[in-house]
C-alpha cells in the first residue's frame, strides 16, 4: 500500500502541474488577444510567464506557445510604450535588439513550423500581420543605426530581420556589407555563407515614377503598385531600373575574408565551384581574378581578366585594370596599350589618361636626385643637360594626358599641381600663370 500510495501522490502532483501550466497559458493567451496592454497587463503577463517558464514535462504544444508568448513580449512591452510616445527610441532600442528579434523570430517560425505540421492554425494569421506590421519599424531602426555609423549594431539587426522572414534575403546583404564595413569578419562570412547557400543573386527590377506633387522620382515595390498610383493620377513617367547580380560581389567578398584569415585553399575552391554553376558569369571570372589579384598572382589575374575582355570586349575598365597589373609587374609598354585602349573605348576615362601620363613620368625622381648631386665639372655639366633634356622629353610626353584629364576634372588638386610642375620644367610660362591664376 505505502508503495501505491506514494506512486498516487505523485500522479496527482503531476496532474496539479499540468493544470497549472493549463491554466498560465490560458492567462497568456487571453492577455496576448487584447488590443492593448496596460503597464499592469504587461506585468501579469511577465509573471505568468517566468512562473510556467520553471515548470518541467510541458508538453510539445505548450512549450512552443509559450515559447511563443516569450518570444512576443519584447514587441508588446515596445507596443504599450510608444502608445504613450511614438518617438520612443529607447524603448525601441530595447525592444528591437538584435537577440530580442532573433528570440523572436525563432519563436515566431516555431509556432508556424508547428501549426502547419498540426493542421491547426491558431496564431499563424496572426504571426504573419506581426511580421507585417513590425518589420518595418526593425528595418527602420537598422538603417537609422547605420546612418549613426553603428555599422555592426545595423548588421546585426539586419541578420536578425531576415531570420525573422527569410523570404526576404535582400536583409541579410545588407548585414553582410554592414559586417565588412565594421571589420566584423566573422558574422560576415556567416553571412556571404548563408548568401552562397540559398544561391542570392539580388537581381531584380526597380520600379520608378515620378510623384506629380513633389516632382521627386519615387520607388513602387511591384508594377502593379506603380500602375495603381499612375491610375490615381498621382504619379506619371514610369520608368524601370534593373538591378545587377551581387553574385560576383558576394563570392569576392567572401573568397576575400576567407584569405585574409589564410584560407587560401578554400577561397580558390569556392570561386571555383560558382564558376562550375556558372561558367559565363563575368562577375564570378572577375572575383576570381580578384582573389588571384589579392594572392599577388598576377600572371593568373591577366589571364582572367582577358577571359572576362573574351566575353565583354567593350569594357574599358578591364584594360585599365590590365594596365595596373602590367605597372606593377613592371611591363610600361604593355600597361601603356591597355590605358591607350581603355580610352579609345571610353574617351573620358579620367583615371586612365591620369595613369598614362603617370608612365610617362616614371623615374623622374631619380633623374632629379642625380641632377641635384651633380658639381660643375664639364662632365658633370654635360650629364646634368643629358638629363635635363630627358627629363623635359619626358613631361613633353605626359603633359597631353593630364591637361586632357584635367579637362575632364577640373577640381583634381593632384592634376593640376603635376601641370603646374611639367609647365615650370618646360619653361611654358603662359601656361603655368594660365592655369596657377584658376581657383
Do not use: W
Not at 519599424?137 to 539587426?157: D, I, P, R, T
Not at 589571364?303 to 602590367?326: R, T
Not at 631619380?366 to 627629363?391: C, F, H, Q, W
Amino acid at each position: 500500500m505505502k508503495v501505491k500510495y506514494v506512486l498516487l501522490a505523485s500522479s496527482l502532483m503531476l496532474s496539479a502541474a499540468s493544470f497549472a501550466q493549463k491554466d498560465e497559458l490560458k492567462t497568456l493567451k487571453k492577455l496576448y488577444a487584447k488590443d492593448q496592454l496596460s503597464a499592469d497587463d504587461i506585468s501579469n503577463y511577465k509573471a505568468n510567464v517566468n512562473k510556467i517558464s520553471g515548470m518541467s514535462g510541458l508538453a510539445e504544444a505548450d512549450q512552443v506557445y509559450l515559447n511563443f508568448y516569450q518570444a512576443m513580449l519584447p514587441i508588446l512591452e515596445l507596443n504599450t510604450a510608444m502608445t504613450k510616445n511614438p518617438n520612443d527610441i529607447q524603448a525601441m532600442a530595447k525592444s528591437l535588439s538584435p537577440a530580442n528579434i532573433n528570440t523572436m523570430a525563432k519563436g515566431l517560425n516555431d509556432v508556424l513550423a508547428f501549426e502547419k505540421k498540426s493542421g491547426k492554425e491558431i496564431y499563424t494569421a496572426d504571426i504573419k500581420e506581426t511580421i507585417e506590421s513590425f518589420k518595418p519599424m526593425m528595418l527602420q531602426y537598422a538603417y537609422g543605426l547605420n546612418q549613426a555609423s553603428k555599422f555592426k549594431e545595423s548588421s546585426q539587426v539586419f541578420a536578425a530581420v531576415y531570420n525573422l522572414d527569410k523570404s526576404d534575403a535582400s536583409n541579410l546583404y545588407n548585414a553582410s556589407v554592414l559586417a565588412v564595413q565594421a571589420q566584423d569578419y566573422d558574422n560576415a562570412l556567416k553571412y556571404y555563407e548563408e548568401l552562397k547557400n540559398i544561391n542570392y543573386t539580388g537581381e531584380g527590377t526597380i520600379y520608378f515614377a515620378v510623384n506629380k506633387a513633389s516632382g521627386q522620382e519615387e520607388p513602387f515595390g511591384s508594377v502593379a503598385d506603380r500602375k495603381k498610383a499612375i491610375s490615381l493620377g498621382t504619379h506619371e513617367k514610369p520608368r524601370d531600373e534593373k538591378i545587377p547580380s551581387k553574385r560576383g560581389e558576394i563570392y569576392k567578398n567572401y573568397a576575400s575574408i576567407l584569405l585574409e584569415k589564410g584560407r587560401a585553399e578554400e577561397a580558390k575552391k569556392a570561386i571555383a565551384e560558382a564558376r562550375a554553376h556558372n561558367p559565363e558569369d563575368t562577375d564570378l571570372i572577375l572575383a576570381e581574378a580578384n582573389l588571384y589579384y589579392e594572392a599577388k598572382d598576377m600572371a593568373t589575374y591577366k589571364k582572367l581578366i582577358n577571359e572576362v575582355i573574351a566575353k565583354k570586349p567593350n569594357d574599358p575598365d578591364m584594360y585599365f585594370n590590365l594596365g595596373v597589373v602590367s605597372t606593377n609587374t613592371g611591363e610600361i609598354e604593355e600597361a601603356k596599350k591597355y590605358y591607350e585602349k581603355a580610352i579609345a573605348i571610353d574617351p573620358k576615362y579620367f583615371n586612365a589618361y591620369n595613369n598614362l601620363g603617370a608612365l610617362y613620368l616614371m623615374g623622374d625622381d631619380k633623374i632629379v636626385k642625380e641632377m641635384n648631386s651633380l658639381g660643375m665639372t664639364p662632365k658633370e655639366s654635360k650629364r646634368y643637360d643629358e638629363l635635363k633634356a630627358k627629363r623635359q622629353k619626358m613631361f613633353s610626353s605626359a603633359i597631353p594626358y593630364f591637361e586632357k584629364a584635367l579637362e575632364l576634372e577640373p577640381k583634381s588638386e593632384s592634376v593640376k599641381s603635376i601641370l603646374l610642375n611639367a609647365y615650370q620644367v618646360l619653361e611654358m610660362d603662359a601656361k603655368y600663370k594660365a592655369l596657377k591664376a584658376k581657383k
